[in-house]
């Protein structure tokens, strides 16, 4: 079993960033798949990024949306067991209640019913 608690939302202007965190609890998270997802209001949950894992504890390999490319990064403290999502020149439309999700494998997981367990979810807003 496998919790996650995301943290690090907010309210931020466009142009500005920041930085979610979710911290996960379970002695296998070094061997989970990691990935961030986001719901904007009346619309569908959407892929945002994920990390896979690495036996020597590197980085592991990212892969983003569209969206979220050349403006987010997403990275991993396996000592920490904490996924992170790096925001930069945020934009309204990125404006979202972000989740975290997390499964077991090795490949980059895009689609929301590939992965097993989620957190809550953080509130980012993003003003014009």
């Known amino acids: 079993q496998v919790q996650l608690v995301e943290s690090g939302g907010g309210l931020v202007q466009a142009g500005g960033s920041l930085r979610l965190s979710c911290a996960a609890s379970?002695?296998?998270?070094?061997?989970?798949?990691m990935g961030w997802f986001r719901q904007a209001p009346g619309k569908e949950r959407e892929f945002v990024a994920t990390?896979?894992?690495?036996?020597?504890?590197?980085?592991?390999?990212?892969y983003y949306a569209d969206s979220a490319k050349g403006r987010f990064t997403i990275s991993r403290d396996y000592a920490k067991n904490t996924v992170y999502l790096q925001m930069n020149s945020l934009k309204p439309e990125d404006t979202a209640v972000y989740y975290c999700?997390?499964?077991?494998?090795?490949?980059?997981?895009?689609?929301?019913?590939?992965?097993?367990?989620w957190g809550q979810g953080t509130q980012v807003t993003v003003s014009s």
């Open positions: 999700a997390a499964r077991s494998g090795t490949f980059s997981y895009t689609q929301i019913n590939e992965y097993n367990y």
């Open positions: 990390i896979t894992w690495s036996a020597n504890w590197s980085a592991g390999s990212t």
């Open positions: 379970g002695r296998t998270f070094s061997r989970y798949v």
